[in-house]
């Protein structure tokens, strides 16, 4: 009946973006995340980060999401990107600034999505958590 106001509804849950638009942006940022560098060899589990985040109006468009290890993602919760990169180059310690993670962001944002390479990989593997693994043992 009233479509957009269930797809608003139900938003929370995995689906709330297409699979294969999940796994495009994982794999344009290298399947790391873009805050702290983890990388799923590294044991990282991947999560989409909105860089404005919703409650402040963010969007669900691939300039606004990036990857982000789960820590990243739930510690980023609605602070503002800026505010994070702060405590992300504070918390790793290890010379990188604010403005780096800032700038990286900023840089994985503005790249096309590899929608043809990750609808590849799915039809290919069978399923998005499968073409994921795939990916990642590449
Ligand atoms: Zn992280």
């Excluded at 980060?49 to 609605?78: E, I, M, Q, Y």
């Excluded at 390479?117 to 290919?124: F, H, P, W």
């Amino acid at each position: 009946m009233n479509e957009a106001k269930n797809r608003k509804e139900n938003w929370q849950g995995m689906n709330w973006i297409r699979q294969e638009k999940r796994l495009a942006i994982y794999m344009r940022d290298g399947l790391s995340c873009c805050y702290c560098g983890e990388a799923v060899e590294q044991g990282a589990t991947l999560a989409l980060d909105h860089v404005k985040p919703v409650a402040k109006g963010g969007c669900n468009h691939h300039s606004n999401l990036v990857t982000a290890c789960t820590r990243c993602n739930l510690s980023k919760n609605a602070r503002s990107v800026r505010k994070f990169a702060q405590a992300t180059a504070e918390y790793l310690n290890h010379g990188i600034t604010a403005e780096q993670i800032l700038a990286h962001v900023r840089q994985q944002t503005r790249k096309a999505l590899p929608m043809a390479e990750a609808k590849a990989l799915i039809a290919s593997r069978g399923s998005a958590a499968k073409a994921l693994a795939a990916a990642r043992n590449k």
